[in-house]
């Protein structure tokens, strides 16, 4: 059961009940190899989340006007994130609504065949938490099935959408099967995740606010938010998360939306940090998939 803090008076929630909030979801040992594949100075693990007309849908809502938004970071989006990733011989993480997936399956194939992992995003982008425990279970299983139907590849990562979480996700997350989470804000290494205590055997690859392109380019009426940072200034906070990753020999990990990234004035920041990376020394790009297999066996 999910601990409830008082939210009138929370200076009055007694300490087993703080303590059972904290301890719900906690940063287990850290996963930080010493060394990375290829003698690599550092990781970049780059990844979309394909949210496509579910980030409407999943709202409860279909404006005409908004779904067309969505479709465009399919249409448009995705193959201009093909092309440079392609151009760079770099490989990705792709999240998938199931359902953005069911809209056009064979929008997939072009992504698989690239050798970019498809993972799980939700069903249809919906607030995981808000579901109740036995919901949730299904929504991850069903979602889990149909990207592995339409893809013919287990999915083996999950991420949250908009990164919410129940009491219950991670410990559904780990009991189905997954090999890691990326939802979570902990650290900017990456970390096994417990579970009340427990170990689940899931690496956390973690993400945040700050290395997501949504923060500083999306455009959105409600809640009311607008592009309040120029590309060229979103370059400039991503190059110093990775410069601080590569000297330390760690791992930058960035999000990106392709109906936010995928148009032709901002696709070049794609590129341009790619050729940063590459121009600083030896980086690792793996698909998160291959990430945590990495740091779990050497972390």
């Known amino acids: 059961m999910k601990p409830t803090i008082n939210h009138e008076r929370p200076w009055d929630t007694d300490e087993a009940t703080w303590r059972s909030a904290v301890n719900q979801v906690r940063a287990g040992r850290e996963l930080a190899p010493k060394t990375w594949p290829g003698g690599a100075q550092c990781a970049m693990a780059l990844s979309f989340d394909c949210d496509h007309e579910t980030f409407e849908l999943g709202m409860g809502k279909a404006a005409v006007g908004r779904l067309a938004w969505g479709e465009f970071g399919r249409r448009r989006g995705v193959p201009r994130i093909l092309k440079v990733l392609a151009k760079h011989n770099v490989r990705a993480s792709f999240f998938v609504p199931a ?4 809209i056009e399956p064979v929008a997939l194939r072009p992504i698989v065949d690239a050798g970019h992992e498809i993972g799980v995003h939700g069903w249809i982008h919906e607030n995981t938490s808000k579901l109740d425990q036995e919901t949730e279970r299904e929504l991850l299983h069903r979602s889990r099935d149909t990207l592995e139907q339409l893809t013919g590849a287990t999915p083996v990562g999950h991420r949250a959408a908009n990164w919410d979480l129940s009491a219950h996700t991670i ?14 804000m902990a ?10 205590g427990r170990e689940t055997g899931l690496v956390e690859i973690p993400v945040d606010w700050v290395r997501d392109d949504a923060v500083y380019l999306l455009f959105n009426r409600e809640p009311a938010t607008r592009p309040w940072t120029a590309p060229t200034d979103v370059l400039d906070i991503f190059k110093r998360e990775f410069d601080m990753a590569f000297d330390g020999g760690g791992v930058c990990q960035l999000v990106f939306h392709p109906f936010v990234i995928g148009y032709r004035s901002r696709i070049w920041l794609l590129e341009a940090l790619i050729e940063h990376a590459k121009a600083r020394g030896k980086v690792w790009f793996p698909t998160h998939a291959e990430l945590a297999d990495w740091v779990r066996n050497q972390g």
């Open 171 to 184: 410990q559904l997350v780990a009991e189905a099967g997954f090999s890691y989470d990326s939802s979570m």
């Open 99 to 102: 359902v953005s997936a069911l």
């Open 187 to 196: 650290d900017d290494s990456c970390y096994e995740l417990l579970s009340e």
